[in-house]
């Protein structure tokens, strides 16, 4: 029975040091916004205001595509919306195969996409975002950019609603 116990305690170890997403219920929250004068499309993991910034996760990833609009406000059309949305979503997956992750979000103005991804290790990275976009987005114009960010800066700037949207929205203080 301690055997048992003992391989057990083990195999759950083991698990916890995997790769993968470090938070497993976000709280998906989409808004639009001006910023700099230009309107902004965010999708971020408002679950992270109560905790951020995590310790252990001290680099972002912030990688994206550009996208060609027919709205005069530069932000994505809403069939092109899913597909910038599935790629995000393979990126931050495929990011969270190779270290431990956060994909906190992304934003959407000017006919540019951004993703923005909290990790442990930045080694590696590019090769897979690279593939990622080799495979599911041919002809895209790319950017990947990996920066030192242990206070959650850009977590902060970028994607969480800055209190004239929040009040716009009715959200209470956070």
Not at 87 to 94: D, G, I, K, R, V
Not at 103 to 115: F, L
Request: net charge positive; proline share 5%; charged share 25%.
């Amino acid at each position: 029975m301690k055997r048992i116990h003992s391989l057990l305690l083990a195999a759950l170890l083991s698990l916890a040091a995997l790769p993968g997403r470090a938070q497993e219920t976000p709280d998906w929250w989409n808004y639009q916004s001006v910023r700099e004068g230009k309107p902004y499309a965010v999708r971020v993991d408002m679950g992270l205001r109560r905790v951020f910034p995590l310790s252990g996760l001290p680099y972002v990833v912030i990688t994206g595509v550009t996208y060609q609009s027919g709205r005069a406000d530069g932000l994505p059309d809403l069939n092109d919306q899913e597909r910038l949305d599935a790629l995000s979503e393979a990126l931050a997956a495929a990011i969270g195969r190779k270290t431990r992750t956060i994909y906190a979000g992304s934003s959407a103005r000017d006919q540019q996409q951004r993703n923005y991804i909290y990790v442990t290790d930045p080694n590696g990275l590019q090769e897979v975002i690279a593939a990622v976009y080799a495979k599911q987005c041919r002809g895209c114009k790319a950017s990947t950019e990996i920066r030192a960010d242990a206070a959650w800066s850009v977590y902060r700037d970028a994607l969480f609603p800055d209190e004239e949207t929040r009040q716009r929205y009715g959200l209470r203080a956070y």
